[in-house]
């Protein structure tokens, strides 16, 4: 069973959505490494070289988000990495740590850390990997008793 073409339009939208803020924040890792090193965990390994490769893994997923070829891999690796990243958002969340100066307070953590999960499920929607739950209502029609 096909989704509807609006499922498909929403999918394509989000899909630029989500590689345009993937290859913002992957630029940013680049640019300004300094940011992301201060929420790095201690327990991170050689931390600037790690920064510089998520930095790369976010471009580069981005581009394989946006073309047929590498989309469904390019999803799996940015549901994984936002899964990997986590760490760093909970230490900067839990520790308050400022960046620029600035602290930011939960009330700038909380919806971050809430949303992660989201980026994971966004990333395989967009990649075409899961349409739930698009096509969760169409599978309950079809198996209802008439």
């Known amino acids: 069973m096909k989704t509807s073409p609006r499922i498909e339009l929403a999918r394509r939208i989000l899909r630029w959505m989500l590689a345009a803020a993937f290859l913002f924040a992957g630029i940013a890792h680049l640019r300004s ?18 920064i510089m490769l998520t930095g790369v893994a976010e471009i580069a997923g981005a581009i394989g988000l ?41 009330g700038y953590h909380a919806p971050r ?8 499920w966004w990333a395989l929607f967009a990649g075409q990997l899961i349409d739930w739950p698009f096509r969760a209502g169409a599978a309950c029609n079809r198996h209802r008793v008439r």
């Open 33 to 50: 490494p300094a940011t992301f090193l201060a929420i790095t965990p201690a327990w991170v390994p050689f931390p600037a070289t790690v």
């Open 66 to 106: 946006i073309t047929t070829r590498f989309r469904a891999a390019a999803a799996i690796g940015l549901a994984l990495y936002t899964v990997c990243v986590y760490p760093a958002n909970i230490n900067h969340a839990v520790n308050n740590l400022a960046i620029g100066g600035n602290a930011l307070g939960w």
């Open 113 to 120: 850390l809430l949303f992660q999960p989201v980026i994971v």
